[in-house]
C-alpha cells in the first residue's frame, strides 16, 4: 500500500494581521520617493488658488495638491493615463498608497486636477527648465523640435458633414428642451436625480455638436488649401479639435500633433505645444517664440526636420537662431541644392549654403538622437491615445509628460535639486 505523506498545503482562507506602516512599504530610492521629493519642494500656489476650505471655516478639507499632482506624475512614469486606474491603484499598489499616506483619492478628483491646472502645469514646467539652466544642465546650444500624431479619444465614424452635424444639433437641442420642461413640471419626484443626470448628458452632446459645427470653417479652410472641396469638410461629434491625421503605420485615424522641444546636450523638454493639425509646417517659428519666453534666451541652433522647412518660418527663426534643417532635392538633379538662388532672401540663402556644409552636417546629426528619442520614452510611457478628449484637456496631458520627463532628467543630471537625502523622501542616491 502507498505510504500516506504528511505534507503542509496552503490555506489561503487563512485571516492574518499584520503591523504595518506606509512609510515600510517603499525601498529607499524608490521611483515614488522621488517624485515626491520632486514635488514637496515645487511652490503650488497656483494649484492652492482654487481651494475653497481654510482653517477656522467650514465644509470638508480639500485634498492636497501635492498628493494628486504626485500621483499624475507617477503615473505618467508608469504608463498609467486613466483616472480610474490611478484611483483603483492608490488602494491596490504600494507606491500609489505611499504617495496617498491614508488619504482616499476618487477618480474624480483626479482627472478634474489634471483638466483644471492647465496654466500651473504649464508654469510648473518653465520653473522647471529655469531649475536645470540654472544648475548648468541646459544649456540651449541645440534645441530639436520634432511633433508626435497621438490618437485622439474618438472613432473615425464620429465625422460628419455639415448638413449632418445641424440636424443632429437641432435634435440635441429639441432633446434638452423636453428634459427641462419634464424636470420643472415635476420637481420632486422620485427619478428627478435620473432626469438630471440625462439632461446633463443632453447638454453635453448639444454642445460637442455646437463645437463640431465651430470647427467646420477651419477645416473647410484646410481642405481648400489641400486642393480639395471644401463641402467635403468633417468634424467629430466626440471631439470637435481631433482631426483625422496620416499615421506612421501609414493609416489615416482621428488625431492631435503634440510638439515637443528638446535641449539636445541634456534631453531635457523645453518646449511644449500641440497642434491640431497633421502637418508640421509653419509650427516652428511659434516654438522658437515659446522657448525663448520660458528660458529667457534664444537657442543657438534649432534642428528640425524637413516638414518644417519654408522659407517663411526660416526668415523669421533666423532672426532669433541659426536654423538647421534639410534642403528639399530639386527636380533638376543638375542644379546644386545648396547654392543660394537669386530669388531667395538672405536668410534662406545662407540656410542653403550652410546645409552644404560638413559641420552643419555634423551639428544636424543631434536631431534624431534627441527628438526621436524624446518621442520614443514618450510612446515607452504611454502616449499612444489621449484618455480626454479637447485640445485644453490633451495640452495638460502632454505638460505631465514633460513634467515627468524632466523629473527623471533633473534626477540623473541634477539631483541635489531634489534634495537627495533630506526630508520625507529618504532618497539616499539616484540609480535610475
Known amino acids: 500500500m502507498n505510504p500516506r505523506f504528511r505534507v503542509l498545503l496552503p490555506n489561503r482562507r487563512q485571516m492574518e494581521f499584520r503591523a504595518s506602516d506606509l512609510e515600510s512599504l517603499l525601498p529607499e530610492g524608490h521611483r515614488a520617493r522621488v517624485v515626491w521629493a520632486?514635488?514637496?519642494?515645487?511652490?503650488?500656489?497656483?494649484?492652492?488658488?482654487?481651494?475653497?476650505?481654510?482653517?477656522?471655516?467650514?465644509?470638508?478639507?480639500?485634498?492636497?495638491p501635492e498628493i494628486l499632482l504626485s500621483l499624475?506624475?507617477?503615473?505618467?512614469?508608469?504608463?498609467?493615463?486613466?483616472?480610474?486606474?490611478?484611483?483603483?491603484?492608490?488602494?491596490?499598489?504600494?507606491?500609489?498608497?505611499?504617495?496617498?499616506?491614508?488619504?482616499?483619492?476618487?477618480?474624480?478628483?483626479?482627472s478634474d486636477f489634471r483638466k483644471d491646472h492647465g496654466e500651473a502645469l504649464d508654469e510648473l514646467l518653465s520653473v522647471s527648465i529655469a531649475s536645470l539652466m540654472a544648475a548648468g544642465v541646459v544649456k540651449l546650444k541645440q534645441v530639436a523640435q520634432d511633433g508626435m500624431r497621438v490618437r485622439a479619444s474618438a472613432g473615425a465614424g464620429s465625422f460628419r458633414r455639415k448638413e449632418k452635424l445641424e440636424g443632429y444639433l437641432e435634435?440635441?437641442?429639441?432633446?434638452?428642451?423636453?428634459?427641462?420642461?419634464?424636470?420643472?413640471?415635476?420637481?420632486?419626484?422620485?427619478?428627478?436625480?435620473?432626469e438630471a443626470a440625462r439632461l446633463r448628458a443632453a447638454k453635453e452632446r448639444e454642445?460637442?455638436?455646437?463645437?463640431?459645427?465651430?470647427?467646420?470653417?477651419?477645416?473647410?479652410?484646410?481642405?481648400?488649401?489641400?486642393?480639395?472641396?471644401?463641402?467635403?469638410?468633417?468634424?467629430s461629434m466626440t471631439d470637435a479639435e481631433a482631426t483625422v491625421m496620416k499615421m506612421g503605420d501609414g493609416g489615416f485615424r482621428p488625431a492631435y500633433n503634440p510638439q515637443l522641444a528638446s535641449d539636445a546636450d541634456s534631453l531635457v523638454i523645453v518646449g511644449v505645444d500641440v497642434a491640431t493639425v497633421g502637418s508640421d509646417q509653419g509650427l516652428m517659428v511659434p516654438m522658437v517664440e515659446q522657448v525663448m519666453a520660458r528660458c529667457g534666451q534664444a537657442p543657438e541652433a534649432w534642428l528640425v526636420d524637413g516638414g518644417f522647412v519654408g522659407h517663411e518660418q526660416i526668415e523669421q527663426a533666423s532672426q532669433h537662431t541659426v536654423v538647421y534643417g534639410p534642403v528639399p532635392e530639386p527636380k533638376d538633379k543638375t542644379v546644386d541644392p545648396h547654392q543660394a538662388k537669386a530669388t531667395d532672401s538672405p536668410a534662406v540663402g545662407a540656410w542653403r549654403e550652410r546645409m552644404g556644409t560638413d559641420e552643419a552636417k555634423e551639428i544636424y546629426k543631434k536631431r534624431a538622437a534627441t527628438a526621436e528619442c524624446v518621442n520614443a520614452q514618450s510612446r515607452n510611457r504611454g502616449l499612444q491615445q489621449f484618455p480626454v478628449r479637447g485640445l485644453a484637456k490633451v495640452t495638460c496631458v502632454v505638460l505631465l509628460f514633460a513634467l515627468a520627463h524632466n523629473l527623471m532628467r533633473m534626477a540623473d543630471l541634477a539631483p541635489q535639486l531634489l534634495g537627495i537625502g533630506t526630508g520625507t523622501s529618504s532618497v539616499p542616491g539616484i540609480g535610475l
Open 207 to 235: 454642445a460637442r455638436l455646437a463645437k463640431a459645427l465651430e470647427r467646420l470653417p477651419e477645416i473647410e479652410a484646410i481642405k481648400k488649401r489641400q486642393g480639395k472641396k471644401p463641402e467635403e469638410a468633417r468634424a
Open 72 to 110: 499624475w506624475l507617477y503615473a505618467t512614469l508608469d504608463g498609467v493615463g486613466s483616472a480610474r486606474e490611478v484611483s483603483r491603484l492608490t488602494e491596490a499598489h504600494d507606491a500609489y498608497r505611499w504617495l496617498c499616506g491614508g488619504v482616499q483619492v476618487n477618480h474624480h478628483t483626479l
Open 171 to 194: 435634435a440635441a437641442r429639441t432633446e434638452v428642451a423636453r428634459l427641462k420642461a419634464e424636470l420643472e413640471a415635476d420637481p420632486a419626484r422620485a427619478e428627478r436625480a435620473r
Open 38 to 64: 520632486y514635488v514637496e519642494r515645487q511652490d503650488l500656489k497656483r494649484f492652492y488658488a482654487g481651494i475653497r476650505a481654510v482653517e477656522g471655516g467650514v465644509g470638508r478639507a480639500a485634498i492636497a
